[in-house]
């Protein structure tokens, strides 16, 4: 690190720090916590010891901070552009069979990798951890971009998800590495609102694509540079201190076994009721699977000297609250990007590109909530008050949806999904915040990503639930359908409609007009149950908040 630096002996004032510019003769001031002061931060093989902290500039924050949202906004895209690409995918590649493969095998690896990423950084260093997570994703995206069959995009993706996982979290980490839990929020609110806008987005970008000359190889090329700028970013202004150096000891045993209960768990929900039967042998198998290395978990945690997970975490209050919480916000946020794109194009009619902008009402609301928690928390030191809001209002959208008809008009259905987004957006960064501030140094990493990791695990079982329920209940109302127009008269088979409920909103769109109003008003019925089950997830997400202690934020690293 270039320029003066100057060591004190005792505590600092707050307030900004550093005199750095971020160009030319840069200088970022450093301390040593003096006994006492401070928390102990982990260096290899589960040491102690003070780590001398780097106080940032406000400019140089800002720099650093574009950096992890950039390499944010390519792991979140990720996740979310392909899928309105996998019809033309499928079409070019082939390999129906394998279609959930695409986005599960992301998935997969993005939520199970997410716990190893922020352990490591603690033993190899935040900055030399993100580079390698950026460097997977850029290799990975170039290779399924090239993709000439199916096997080849599947398994790019995999790795793809890899690098995605580190990318989830380690920003989240590195900020608070950066900057005091005070002075936090303004800072992350930004992080969390590229984290929704990049995931609502994803989907009408990626139709953009899929429709214009690039094709859909550039869902996979157009996060690429952007990655690139993100490393460059990094690599230029983030100067963390040296972590003390020590004989480095992996939790393997630990880690191997909480990623296999994480893709067990993650498998089960992807592809239960899809590639297989929820009553069937492959859906036993993996729930036993994840039932045993579950139990192989905890064991490993208890006795490693170092664990990826250290089981202390779940001694805090704060920490088990936040998961839970956590949790509770991913199912309703994946809940309503997944199932609210077929409302708009099967029951209100709105082509895919539509349906995306009418999408931006939630990304306007996520952006301001975020953003503006953010600021608030950072100026009054109060949080909790900020989740409580968010779970209500999120409370309050679903409760707008379920008012939704055949014919309701695009205000009502704007009104709902605004009301979520402000609702996600003064919940998620809030809660991932609390939890840095409870906890020492020396957990910081590990909490966060766990954190990161229950709300990505919650939006996968938030996909799994409320498909299940849409599909058992529009499988109902076609036969109910067909059984009411027997019994007036109609020739038996003839209203068999329960093949129209996997089809495409072209297809049904093209089917005769009584056939076409049945399985709209079907559609509409059953993604009338789907926003009610929104409401017990945010309900029961508002009373775990309540029970969060209001714990002052901390003005010190």
Partial sequence: MSGSRRVRSGPRPDGPHGTGTGTGDRRVEQRLAPAGQGEPTAGAGGQTAEEPQVNYSHRQVI???????LAMLTSMLTTSIVGTALPTIV???????????????????????????????????????????????????????????????????????IGAGGLAS???IILADVVAPRERGRY???????????????PLLGGFLVDSPLGWRWCFFITVPVAVVAFVVIQRLLKLPQRPRGEARIDWWGATCVVGAASAVMLLLSLGGHEFAWNSAPSYALAAAAVLLTAGAVWAEL??????????????????????????????????????????????????????????????????????????????????IYPALGTVLIGLGYLTLTRLEVASGLVLVGA?????????????????????????????????????????????VGVAAFGSVMTNRLHEELDALAEKAERAGAPQGSMDLSGSASGSPEAIHALPPAAQDAVVQAFSDAMHTVFTLGLPIAAVAFVIVLFFRQVPLRSGQ
């Fill in 91 to 161: 079409g070019e590649l082939g390999g129906q069979d394998r279609l959930s493969w695409v986005a599960s095998a992301t998935l997969l690896t993005m939520t199970a990798s997410t716990p190893v990423w922020g352990k490591l950084s603690d033993v190899f260093g935040r900055k030399l951890l993100f580079q390698i997570a950026l460097v997977v994703f850029i290799c990975s995206s170039v290779a399924a971009g090239f993709a000439n069959d199916m096997s080849w995009l599947i398994g790019a993706r995999f790795f793809q998800g």
């Fill in 170 to 172: 380690l920003p989240q």
């Fill in 416 to 460: 709902g999904v605004a009301l979520i987004g402000l609702g996600l957006g003064l919940s998620m960064q809030i809660l991932i915040l609390a939890v840095q501030n409870a906890l020492p140094r020396a957990d910081l990493a590990s909490a966060t990503s766990a954190i990161t990791f229950f709300r990505n695990l919650g939006g996968a």
């Fill in 303 to 384: 006795r490693a000297a170092d664990p990826i997970l250290p089981p202390r975490l779940f001694r805090n209050s704060t920490f088990v609250l936040s998961s839970l919480a956590s949790a509770a916000v991913g199912m309703s946020m994946f809940g309503v990007m997944i199932y609210f794109p077929q409302y708009l194009q099967i029951v209100q009619g709105l082509s895919p590109t539509e349906s995306g902008l009418m999408t931006l009402p939630m990304v306007v609301g996520l952006l301001i909530a975020s953003v503006t928690s953010g600021f608030l928390v950072s100026r009054t030191g109060k949080w909790k």
């Fill in 63 to 69: 720099e650093i901070l574009i950096g992890l949202m």
């Fill in 188 to 202: 992350s609110g930004f992080i969390g609102a590229v984290f929704g806008v990049s995931t609502v987005a994803g």
